[in-house]
């Protein structure tokens, strides 16, 4: 298992940028998957970034061209640059690391951010 804490969520108004941390108890180096999620209330978590693999990288259409995933290994953290933010960015969001293909995946608690003028 690794812990995960999620930090850098807040109010923020349109257009405006936040960066998201996720720190993991453990390296990151070589885990199979790793990435961030949202959820609004009421709705379904979805994907809005992932690294597998180490170099396969995936982002949600909606996000691209404004999100950058990235991690620093000596670290063991993920982050998650969110530039040009628009209301419909409001969520919680959600780090997520999956040691290897076999393995359950382990959450962060989630860290909110709002996204209103």
């Known amino acids: 298992q690794v812990q995960l804490v999620e930090s850098g969520g807040g109010l923020v108004q349109p257009g405006g940028s936040l960066r998201l941390s996720c720190a993991a108890s453990g390296s990151i180096s070589r885990v199979y998957h790793m990435g961030w999620y949202r959820q609004a209330p009421g709705k379904q978590r979805v994907l809005v970034a992932t690294?597998?693999?180490?170099?396969?990288?995936n982002y949600a259409d909606s996000v691209k061209g404004r999100f950058t995933i990235s991690r620093d290994n000596a670290k063991n953290t993920m982050y998650l640059q969110m530039n040009g933010l628009k209301p419909e960015d409001t969520a919680v969001y959600y780090c997520n690391v999956q040691k290897t293909l076999f393995s359950s995946a382990d959450w962060g608690q989630g860290t909110q951010v709002t996204v209103s003028s």
């Open positions: 690294i597998t693999s180490g170099t396969s990288i």
